[in-house]
């Protein structure tokens, strides 16, 4: 059964940084892309980052570029994005979401991942 948990959202001041992890179970990672999505309230979920299983490739939303950044440890089955100097408009709920994958860059639409995670809140406020 494919699992995915989200964890290390919170409560940070702008400025500030959180590490978020998606945890895979019942599959390996070596052949899946992995993607970053978040909702904020009254939006629609949009993609924040994804990477790709073998060619590393990675993709980040303009709005996220320079500040957040995607990895993955295949060992420990597990994607990370790390989130350094957020701001407000950061505040939502982070998704994240895998799909079976080849080809060299990652797939960037939320349609095209088959499995989700619950999410996690990230809320950026002073």
């Known amino acids: 059964q494919v699992q995915l948990v989200e964890s290390g959202g919170g409560l940070v001041q702008p400025g500030g940084s959180l590490r978020l992890s998606c945890a895979a179970s019942g599959f390996t990672l070596d052949y899946y892309a992995i993607g970053w999505f978040r909702q904020a309230p009254g939006r629609e979920r949009e993609g924040v980052s994804c990477i790709s299983n073998r060619s590393g490739y990675t993709y980040y939303a303009d709005s996220v570029k320079g500040r957040f950044s995607i990895s993955r440890d295949n060992a420990k089955n597990t994607v990370y994005l790390q989130m350094n100097n957020l701001k407000p408009e950061d505040t939502a709920v982070y998704y994240c979401?895998?799909?079976?994958?080849?080809?060299?860059?990652?797939?960037?639409?939320?349609?095209?991942?088959?499995?989700w995670g619950q999410g996690t809140q990230v809320t950026v406020s002073s």
């Open positions: 979401a895998t799909v079976q994958w080849e080809l060299p860059q990652p797939p960037t639409r939320l349609e095209e991942y088959d499995y």
